[in-house]
């Protein structure tokens, strides 16, 4: 009588609408198909240890219904046993002794290069696929679909932003509102251009590899500035928090104090960007006897397990479906992507970067028409604002500086 067959599910990185959804539709296929399935609970944690007991049977009673909701019923962790031999070696053998035959790794792209250095070391003896996870939507999935958990975050950020844009009228306030996203702005962007934001701030704006302090601070200080000659003192500024490397690190003392995570990503989310944003805020416009109450938060925590939307719970259903499929095709060493309502798997070695050995990064393309889009509804100072001889006057005395003051401290902003 043939072995029957053992499937395990993993989850790695941070928290995402729709992980549990995956684990659903994955687990209910894999029963379905006559094989075990097994959750391996806290990502890597345990077993980069040699630590088994935290992996359980999944049953169809566990699973069938937890779609709906947020957060992970498996968990997840940022431990990277890449780090080191007797890690991956622990994880292996653990694979071996536990007989599992197929591994699903949910993941953003760290933990997409764990399952393609398992996958490379399994050496045919584990087939693997991963399915591609996080908010920050930065994971290079073809014709820029989004990546499960991005949609619902998004949405989850607007609602938020709406009601601090509201508070924000009432009160005669600014808020600065930080959201997540280590290395790409789709998260801002995306929020500031379905909320009706003032503005959004993100890194792929800047071309150069380092920006300092004070061009955030002087985009934002002419927005607002533009906004009160408009007779409005309150407005609302999205920024990426990505745009904390690409300040230069002497400004961001607090940056040397920063840990880095398994994978050796700055923890961004432990810089203070807005308090730091805020507060050069604060010594502008008080020296030039502007009144503006200021206001940072950070919003990011709070999207990462909020109940998916329809999309993601539809999202995951087929992904998590797909990725059964593909491994029982005799696929390994893919991450699976939706194009078209089909399933198609995406190699790993056509997904790491030649240079840094690493998953590629999708950045937001400011070259794009939804990009374009945009920024055309935000309130920046632009080129016609200096190519009008009395608005530049209406705002140098707004801003209590001379004309030529003011185009040669924001006029390069339009260029």
């Not at 920006?211 to 609302?236: P, Q």
């Amino acid at each position: 009588m043939e072995k029957k067959k053992t499937m395990a599910i993993l989850v790695g990185g941070g928290p995402a609408p729709g992980i549990n959804g995956i684990i659903s539709a994955a687990s209910i296929e894999a029963i379905k198909r006559g094989i075990r399935v097994l959750g391996i609970v806290d990502g890597f944690k345990w077993i980069s240890k040699g630590d088994k007991s935290r992996i359980k049977e999944l049953k169809l009673k566990d699973v069938s219904r937890i779609h709906f909701n947020g957060g992970s019923i498996l968990r997840t962790s940022r431990v990277n046993p890449t780090k080191y031999p007797e890690m991956m070696d622990h994880v292996l053998e653990i694979f071996r002794e536990m007989e599992i035959d197929y591994l699903i790794t949910i993941g953003g792209d760290d933990t997409m290069f764990t399952a393609s250095e398992i996958e490379r070391l399994a050496n045919g003896s584990l087939k693997i696929v991963h399915v591609p996870k996080t908010i920050d939507n930065d994971l290079p999935l073809p014709n820029r679909i989004s990546t499960f958990g991005f949609q619902t975050a998004r949405h989850a950020g607007v609602n938020i932003v709406r009601n601090i844009m509201e508070d924000s009228k009432t009160t005669g306030r600014w808020y600065l509102i930080v959201t997540m996203g280590r290395k790409a702005g789709h998260l801002a962007i995306g929020i500031c251009k379905a909320a009706g934001a003032t503005l959004a701030i993100i890194p792929e704006e800047f071309p150069q590899e380092k920006i300092s302090i004070a061009v955030v601070c002087d985009i934002i200080e002419g927005s607002i500035i533009k906004r009160l000659a408009l007779g409005k003192d309150y407005g609302v500024a999205i920024l990426a928090e990505g745009l904390a490397l690409k300040i230069d690190e002497n400004e961001l003392k607090e940056l040397t104090c920063v840990e880095k995570d398994e994978h050796d990503n700055v923890r961004i989310a432990e810089i203070d960007l807005g308090k730091i944003i805020k507060n050069e805020l604060k010594k502008r416009l008080k020296k030039n006897g502007l009144k503006i109450t200021l206001v940072d938060k950070d919003i990011g925590y709070e999207l990462r397990c909020a109940s998916p939307i329809p999309f993601d719970k539809e999202y995951t259903r087929d992904l998590g479906y797909g990725a059964v499929k593909f491994l029982m095709n005799g696929g390994s060493g893919a991450m699976v992507t939706l194009i078209g309502g089909k399933i198609e798997p995406l190699c790993f070695k056509d997904s790491i970067d030649d240079v840094t050995g690493k998953t590629k990064i999708r950045l937001v393309d400011v070259d794009t028409e939804s990009y374009e889009v945009a920024c055309e509804y935000m309130i920046k100072l632009n080129k016609d604002d200096f190519q009008n001889k009395e608005s530049i006057e209406k705002y140098a005395k707004l801003s209590n500086r001379k004309p030529e003051a003011f185009v040669k401290k924001f006029g390069y902003l339009a260029g």
